[in-house]
């Protein structure tokens, strides 16, 4: 089974990583950014997933890059909202058919970049500066046998961090421990339902040709019938995360791209019956290894009888 235990390292840590990206979008403006994605990949390279200042932390400041992609969504904007001025600006007898079109993509485009631009600053901050109302702790948080009865950000982090330091194995980015997975969100593993692993090619045809676009996700959905997707760039790595959790939830739905929908979909009476064959597997498992444990008690205890 492949997987990587953490090595620690230093470099540009929180919050001079923070001051040096703002220094360097002062002088350099947009051009700032390869430089910025540049440190952010030596950063990553020198503190794997955090393991410094803490896993979950590292993951919702990380969300801070989404301010570059904001930044960028932001350019786009302007630039539909400038053609779709000019075009109304021109005479109507001068309009075709095309520019129709234009200024509708441009009138539409424009406002929901926008709008989405103005989301991405929104979740940046609100994940970076404020990480007990992150998406990463609210999903640990109702995971929990009594939500609004939750400890604060830092213990709730301490659980999972704990975790993945004494029990963690990596694949790519995803952290799996004794209880906790650490992806885009958190999962608990003895919630987990079904594991599913998605490796699909698509194929979209353009002027200048065929396009391919492949889409590699382990999808886990959980009793309470949520999804979590994380995306991975290595078809490996995500089969062995797959398969490493299946040892830890051997009773679990496995399956590969459409069939974690289908399962997802499910009425809500197949979903009791599964929960409850679920349950039914799992309490015969624990009673058997209950039995053999037992067995071997007895079988050491009469080797040091007739010893």
């Known amino acids: 089974m492949k997987g990587k235990k953490e090595k620690k390292g230093g470099f540009l840590r929180w919050p ?12 350099l403006r947009i051009f700032a950014i390869p430089v910025i994605l540049i440190l952010m990949w030596v950063q990553r390279k020198n503190n794997p997933h955090g393991v410094e200042e803490g896993y979950c932390l590292s993951r919702t400041r990380k969300r801070l890059t989404w301010l570059i992609w904001a930044l960028l969504v932001f350019v786009v904007s302007a630039a539909l909202f400038c053609m779709l001025k000019v075009g109304l600006d021109q005479e109507r007898t001068y309009w075709e058919t095309m520019d129709y079109v234009t200024l509708a993509v441009c009138g539409v485009g424009g406002p929901l970049l926008l709008i989405a631009g103005i989301y991405l600053v929104y979740v940046a901050i609100r994940d970076t500066f404020f990480p007990e109302k992150s998406t990463l702790a609210k999903s640990i948080r109702e995971q929990l046998p009594y939500p609004d009865e939750a400890p604060p950000v830092d213990k709730l982090f301490a659980m999972v961090d704990e975790d993945l330091k004494e029990n963690g194995l990596w694949f790519a980015s995803v952290g799996i421990g004794k209880e906790w997975v650490l992806g885009d969100k958190v999962n608990k593993i003895d919630r987990i339902r079904g594991i599913f692993v998605v490796n699909e090619i698509h194929r979209h045809h353009t002027e200048t040709g065929v396009r391919t676009n492949r889409t590699m996700e382990l999808v886990l959905i ?33 399956g590969v791209n459409g069939a974690n929908m289908k399962f997802w979909n499910m009425k809500e009476e197949e979903r009791e019956n599964f929960e409850r064959e679920f349950r039914q597997k799992q309490n015969l498992r624990a009673s058997e290894w209950m039995q053999q444990e037992v067995l071997g008690g007895k079988r050491r205890g009469m ?5």
């Open 222 to 254: 959980d009793d309470r019938w949520q999804r979590n997707v994380t995306s991975f760039n290595s078809l490996k790595e995500l089969q062995a995360a797959a398969d490493y959790l299946a040892l830890q939830v051997p009773d679990a739905r496995r």
């Open 303 to 307: 080797g040091d009888y007739f010893g």
């Open 16 to 27: 001079w990583n923070v001051i040096v990206y703002v220094l360097l979008v002062l002088v």
